[in-house]
C-alpha cells in the first residue's frame, strides 16, 4: 500500500476502509490488485535463484575444520610448496562441487513439494467468487470464508454468520472465540478484537466475508513469525546433531594430540599443520548433513511418486519409527462415499415429510462442506419456492446445523445433527400430519430405534423442526423443537481394506480407530474388517478414565467411539506413552490430535486447518498409501544409518590409525592431500547411499535413533579396521621393508578398498553377496576401486606422492583387504543378530 493504514484497524467502519484501501464490497480488479502484489513485492527482499546457489556453494566450506585447512593450504602457498596446494585445493574444490549439486537438487525436491500444498483462499475479484494461492491476497481484498479454512491475513469483518475462530496460535487461548462486525475501541485488546480476524488462526464454525487491511510480513502473525523464526528439532534430528558433536570431539582432540608430538618429533611445522588437519577432515562426517538431506529428499521424492507429499524433509524418519496408526473410520476404513438408506418416522417408516424437510436443510445449508449434505442432495428433491432466510452453521460443539426457510405456507426452522444432540433441543414428536405429542412418552422407544440402527451397521442422526415467525436464526432459537424422524446413512467398508490391514502388521504397525460414531455402528464396522472381539471404549468411558488408567485401557482398546475432538487429543497423548503414534485425519475435529500425534497425516482433499497441522499429506485418502510412506520412511532411515556406520566403523578406524601411525614412524604414513585423495574418492559411492536398495528383513520393523546402538558398532568395528591397519603397517614395513613412497602407496590403496568394501558389507544385515546394491552405488565404488589401483601407475603419481608397487606388494595388499572383507562381513552378521532388537 502507498498510505500505511493505522494499526488498530478495528476503531473504524467498513466503510473508512473501502475508502482507504480503493475497494469495495465487490472487491478488487484484477489488474489493481496485479498492481498492488508487484508493489508489495518489490519491498520485500527475495533472493534469487543464482543467489542462493552460490550461498548453497559457499556453505559447503564454511565447517571451522574446512575453513581451517584452506588457511593452511593458502599459507603453505606463501611458503612456496605450490604443487601441494593446487592439488589440495582441487580436491578440496572438487568435493564441495559434489555435494552442492546433490543439496542442490534436494532442495529443488523441497520446493516443489512447497508448491504443492500451498493454501488457497477465496476471494471476490471484479465482483466473482474466484480460488487464489494465499500469498498472492493483498491489501484491499475480500475474503470469503468457511469452517476449515486458514485465514491468510488480518481483516475487518464485512459478514459474520455464527462465526467462531481458533486464536490458539496467537493468543494460546484454545476455546473458540466468538466474532461479530462492529467497531471497536483503539486500546481493545488483541483477545477481545470480535470484528477482527487473523493471519494464522482459523475459523472453526460458520461464514464470513472480510476486508484484507494487512498481509505478508506487516500482519501480527507475520511480525510474530519473523522474529521467532524457530524449527523444532525431530528426534532424529537431535540424534544426528548429538552424533555429530560427539564425533567432532573426539577428532578436534586428536588432531591435536598429532599436532603436538609430531612438533615435538621435530617434524615440518607447516607440514604437521596440514597433516593434522587433513586428518579431522577425513575422520569428521562433514558429509553426515549432506547425506541426511539428501536421502530426506530422494525419500521425498519417492514418496511423491507413491501420492505422499512430505510438508517438512526430517518427518519422514519419524513416520520410519511409526508402529501404531490412529485413524478415522470416514475415507480410510470405509469408502467415505455415504449413501442415504432411509429417511426414516419416529415408527421406523420411509416419510415424505422427513425426506422434505432432510432436503430442504442440506438444499441451503452454506457452511461446513461435508458428505451427509452432498448425499442427500443428490436425493435432486424440487425445491419449489422454498428460500433461504437464515442458517446457524454446524460446529464440533452442537453437532448439529440448522435453516430457517420461507415456504409456500410457513416459516421453518429445520435442524439436523447428532441423534443425542438433536433430542436434547426437542420437546415433542411427530405423530402423524396433524398430531405432536410429548417426547418424554417416546423418549425411550427412540433411543432404541437408534442403538438397533447402529448394530445393523446404520448410522443414524436426527432431524427436527418449528414454525418461527422470524427470518433469522441464532443457535438459543434451537429449543422447543418437535422431532421429525431418522435419517439413516450408510457407509461401505473399503474393498482392499483386510490387506492392507494385514500389510500394516507385516510392517509392526498396529490400527485403532477414532470416531465420533456411535458404538454400535463401530463395533458393526469392526466385526466387518476382521477384528472378532472388538474392545470398545466411549467418550463418557474415556471421562471417568483417571490418566494413569488411560494409559493402561487404551493399549488394549480397538476402537474409540462417541469421542468429542478434544478427547482424540487425550487418546493420542495416552498412547504415545507406549506407541510412536501417526494420526490421520482430514476435519477441523481432528487438527488437535494431528498437532499431538509424533506423526500427522491429512489429505489433500482436507479443511485448510488440518492440512497446514499435518506432517504428511496423502493425494489420495487411502491407508494402502500410507503403508508405502511408512516403508519409504523406513528406507530413509535405514540409508542414512549406513553412512553413520561408515563413518564411525572404516573411515574412522583408518583415520584414528594413521594418527598412531604417524607418531611410530619417522614419516608420514600418508601425506595430507593422500589423505583428502581418499576422502574425494571415497565420496562418490557415499553420496549415492541415499538411492540404494533396502532389504525387506529391514523395512519389517521400526527404525529408531539409538547412540548407545551406535557407539557399540563404533567401538567394535573401528576395532577390527585398525586391527587390519596394524596388519598393513606390520606387512609394509618389516616384511615387505619398504621405503616412504611405497609405504604410503600402499596404506592409500589398503584405506580406499577397506572403505569402499565395507559399504557393501554394511548396507545389508545378511552376507553381503546375498543383498543387491543400487545401481549407482555399484558403477561409482567400481569406479572408485579401478582409480585407487590406476592412480600409482599414472603420470602425476609422483605429483601426488604415490609410486607403482610391485606385483607382491600389490597382492599383499589385496590379500589383506579380503581378509579384511571375509571376517568384517561375518563379525556384521554376528553384530546384528546379537543386537537384533535395536
Known amino acids: 500500500m502507498d498510505n500505511k493504514v493505522e494499526n488498530s484497524f478495528w476503531n473504524r467502519d467498513i466503510s473508512y476502509w473501502y475508502t482507504q484501501l480503493k475497494t469495495s464490497a465487490e472487491g478488487l480488479s484484477q489488474a489493481n490488485a496485479a498492481s498492488i502484489f508487484a508493489a508489495n513485492n518489490r519491498h520485500q527482499k527475495s533472493q534469487s535463484a543464482f543467489q542462493k546457489d552460490v550461498i548453497l556453494f559457499f556453505s559447503q566450506f564454511k565447517s571451522p575444520l574446512m575453513l581451517l585447512l584452506i588457511g593452511a593450504v593458502i599459507l603453505s602457498a606463501f611458503l612456496g610448496d605450490n604443487t601441494d596446494v593446487f592439488i589440495i585445493l582441487f580436491i578440496v574444490l572438487s568435493t564441495g562441487l559434489l555435494s552442492f549439486f546433490q543439496e542442490r537438487n534436494a532442495s529443488k525436491v523441497v520446493e516443489k513439494l512447497q508448491s504443492m500444498i500451498a493454501l488457497k483462499s477465496m476471494v471476490k475479484r471484479d465482483g466473482v467468487a474466484k480460488e487464489i494461492s494465499s500469498s498472492e491476497i493483498v491489501e484491499g481484498d475480500i475474503l470469503i470464508l468457511k469452517a476449515g479454512d486458514m485465514i491468510p491475513a488480518d481483516c475487518l469483518l464485512i459478514e459474520a454468520n455464527e462465526v467462531h475462530t481458533n486464536e490458539a496460535s496467537l493468543t494460546g487461548e484454545s476455546y473458540p472465540v466468538a466474532k461479530e462486525i462492529g467497531v471497536l475501541d483503539a486500546s481493545t485488546e488483541l483477545g477481545k478484537r470480535s470484528n477482527c480476524i487473523w493471519e494464522g488462526t482459523s475459523i472453526v464454525s460458520g461464514t464470513a466475508a472480510a476486508l484484507v487491511v494487512y498481509s505478508g510480513a506487516d500482519t501480527i502473525f507475520g511480525s510474530i513469525a519473523q522474529s521467532a523464526n524457530k524449527k523444532t528439532e525431530t528426534t532424529f534430528e537431535k540424534g544426528i546433531k548429538d552424533f555429530g558433536y560427539f564425533l567432532m570431539k573426539i577428532t578436534l582432540v586428536l588432531s591435536v594430540f598429532i599436532l603436538v608430538v609430531n612438533l615435538l618429533n621435530h617434524k615440518g611445522i607447516m607440514e604437521s599443520a596440514l597433516f593434522a588437519l587433513a586428518l579431522a577432515v577425513g575422520m569428521a562426517p562433514e558429509l553426515l548433513p549432506a547425506i541426511t538431506t539428501i536421502a530426506m529428499s530422494a525419500g521425498a521424492k519417492r514418496l511423491l511418486n507413491k501420492k505422499v507429499i512430505v510438508k517438512k524433509l526430517s518427518s519422514i524418519q519419524n513416520l520410519g519409527e511409526v508402529n501404531l496408526l490412529c485413524t478415522d473410520k470416514t475415507g480410510t476404513i470405509t469408502e467415505g462415499s455415504i449413501t442415504i438408506k432411509g429417511l426414516m418416522d419416529i415408527n421406523g417408516k420411509e416419510s415424505e415429510f422427513v ?10 445449508e452454506s457452511g461446513y462442506s461435508n458428505p451427509i449434505d452432498e448425499a442427500l442432495r443428490k436425493i435432486n428433491m424440487d425445491m419449489g419456492s422454498v428460500k433461504k432466510t437464515g442458517e446457524v452453521p454446524y460446529d464440533f460443539i452442537r453437532k448439529r446445523l440448522s435453516i430457517a426457510a420461507q415456504t409456500a405456507t410457513d416459516k421453518l426452522m429445520i435442524s439436523k445433527g447428532a441423534f443425542t444432540e438433536i433430542m436434547s433441543i426437542c420437546t415433542k414428536v411427530k405423530i402423524d400430519e396433524n398430531e405432536e405429542e410429548s417426547i418424554e412418552k417416546h423418549r425411550a422407544d427412540l433411543e432404541n430405534k437408534f442403538a438397533q440402527f447402529g448394530i445393523d451397521g446404520w448410522r443414524a442422526i436426527g432431524i427436527c423442526y418449528k414454525k418461527i415467525n422470524q427470518d433469522k436464526i441464532v443457535k438459543e432459537d434451537e429449543i422447543d423443537m418437535v422431532f421429525a424422524g431418522f435419517i439413516l446413512l450408510q457407509d461401505p467398508v473399503k474393498e482392499g481394506i483386510i490387506a492392507t490391514i494385514e500389510e500394516l502388521k507385516k510392517l509392526k504397525v498396529n490400527l485403532k480407530i477414532i470416531t465420533g460414531d456411535n458404538k454400535n455402528v463401530a463395533k458393526s464396522i469392526a466385526l466387518g474388517i476382521g477384528i472378532l472381539n472388538p474392545v470398545v471404549m466411549t467418550g463418557d468411558e474415556l471421562l471417568n478414565t483417571s490418566p494413569e488408567a488411560l494409559v493402561q ?34 476435519g477441523i475435529n481432528d487438527v488437535a490430535a494431528i498437532n499431538a500425534a509424533d506423526v ?31 516403508r519409504e520412511g523406513r528406507k530413509t532411515f535405514s540409508n542414512t544409518l549406513k553412512y553413520i556406520f561408515i563413518n564411525t566403523g572404516s573411515t574412522f578406524g583408518n583415520m584414528f590409525s594413521v594418527a598412531i601411525a604417524s607418531l611410530l614412524l619417522p614419516f608420514l604414513p600418508m601425506l595430507p592431500k593422500q589423505i583428502l585423495l581418499t ?12 538411492s540404494d536398495n533396502v532389504d525387506e528383513e529391514q523395512l519389517e520393523r521400526p527404525g529408531k535413533w539409538d547412540l548407545k546402538f551406535i557407539r557399540n558398532y563404533m567401538l567394535i568395528f573401528g576395532i577390527h579396521s585398525s586391527l587390519f591397519d596394524v596388519i598393513t603397517f606390520i606387512t609394509l614395513l618389516f616384511v615387505l621393508k619398504v621405503k616412504e613412497s611405497a609405504f604410503q602407496t ?7 578398498l577397506t572403505e569402499l568394501f565395507i559399504l557393501f558389507i554394511i548396507r545389508t544385515h545378511k552376507n553381503f553377496f546375498k543383498s543387491k546394491p543400487g545401481k549407482y552405488l555399484f558403477i561409482l565404488s567400481v569406479f572408485g576401486l579401478i582409480l585407487t589401483l590406476g592412480l600409482p601407475y599414472t603420470p602425476f603419481a609422483n605429483d601426488i606422492g604415490l609410486s607403482p608397487l610391485p606385483l607382491i606388494n600389490l597382492g599383499a595388499m589385496l590379500i589383506i583387504v579380503a581378509f579384511y572383507i571375509i571376517t568384517a562381513d561375518l563379525l556384521k552378521v554376528w553384530f546384528f543378530k546379537k543386537y537384533h532388537s535395536h
Open 679 to 690: 576422502n574425494f574418492i571415497t565420496d562418490f559411492p557415499y553420496l549415492t547411499i541415499a
Open 553 to 586: 485401557k487404551v493399549k488394549h482398546t480397538h476402537i474409540f467411539a462417541e469421542v468429542e475432538p478434544q478427547q482424540k487429543e487425550r487418546i493420542i497423548m495416552a498412547l504415545r506413552k507406549t506407541y510412536t503414534v501417526a494420526y490421520m485425519g482430514d
Open 600 to 630: 500427522g497425516i491429512s489429505v489433500e482433499n482436507a479443511v485448510d486447518v488440518a492440512r497446514e497441522a499435518a506432517d504428511f499429506v496423502l493425494m489420495e485418502k487411502n491407508l494402502m498409501v500410507l503403508v508405502d510412506g511408512i
Open 746 to 752: 600402499g596404506w592409500f590403496i589398503e584405506s580406499i
Open 355 to 364: 425426506k422434505q424437510l432432510a432436503c430442504w436443510n442440506a438444499q441451503l
